[in-house]
């Protein structure tokens, strides 16, 4: 997970030695609690990440271009059809217990199922998705090691801005989250469904693949 940013501080003239002193020292300056709970880990699950995506982009389970809310069983289309869509062998009450557990979907009082997020959390309750905050962070540190030691010449390299303000007043740190949050769902949304859009057809799809994405992070040093 480190190597991209190792790399971009080598490169920088960093030694091997002055590095260890760096790591050594932030090691040492962590918070250390005695009574702390040792960090919970949510098992990687593919699986429901595909479902989510099929749910939000397979025209069989839209509306209006809006996830259905579908009845537990039953025919096409219904909760149960669409697990077996993305794993025949899987359990729809064991895959709607899970995404239940992690606040992705809410059934109501006629046995329907919502879908209330369309992206997979990194934190349900206490316990994180390691995986993904690996990913996540490698993505982030990758982007910066490509654009400043591999990227040809200024405008050709991977799409990397920053907008903030040093002297914001502290009072409106809430607002600009909730802000963040509902302006960033919608440009993600809208990258996902232009992903999906441009999925390969099944004559290309024994062409080359490659991961595309973007990934969004917040400033805000109130809560740190």
Not at 4 to 16: F, I, M, Q, R, T
Not at 45 to 67: C, F, K, M, S, V
Not at 131 to 138: D, Q, S
């Amino acid at each position: 997970m480190l190597k991209p940013l190792l790399h971009v501080l080598v490169a920088a003239g960093l030694s091997e030695q002055e590095l260890t002193t760096i790591c050594g020292r932030v090691i040492r300056g962590l918070p250390r609690r005695a009574k702390a709970r040792p960090l919970a880990t949510l098992p990687a699950d593919g699986r429901l990440e595909q479902l989510i995506a099929r749910w939000t982009t397979d025209p069989g389970y839209l509306e209006r271009g809006i996830p259905m809310v579908l009845r537990v069983r039953g025919g096409r289309p219904s909760f149960a059809t669409l697990v077996r869509k993305v794993s025949p062998k899987a359990s729809a009450t064991e895959s709607l217990r899970v995404l239940q557990k992690r606040g992705l979907v809410r059934v109501n009082g006629k046995g329907q199922v919502r879908l209330l997020a369309r992206f997979y959390p990194v934190r349900a309750d206490d316990a994180v998705d390691l995986g993904l905050f690996a990913t996540m962070t490698i993505d982030f540190l990758r982007t910066h090691e490509f654009n400043f030691l591999r990227n040809p010449r200024r405008g050709q390299g991977l799409f990397q801005r920053i907008a903030h303000k040093r002297d914001s007043d502290a009072r409106i740190a809430p607002r600009f989250n909730s802000y963040v949050r509902e302006r960033g769902q919608q440009f993600l949304e809208d990258v996902d469904d232009w992903l999906s859009r441009h999925r390969a057809s099944r004559a290309e799809r024994s062409g080359r693949k490659v991961r595309l994405g973007v990934g969004m992070y917040v400033i805000n040093e109130l809560l740190r």
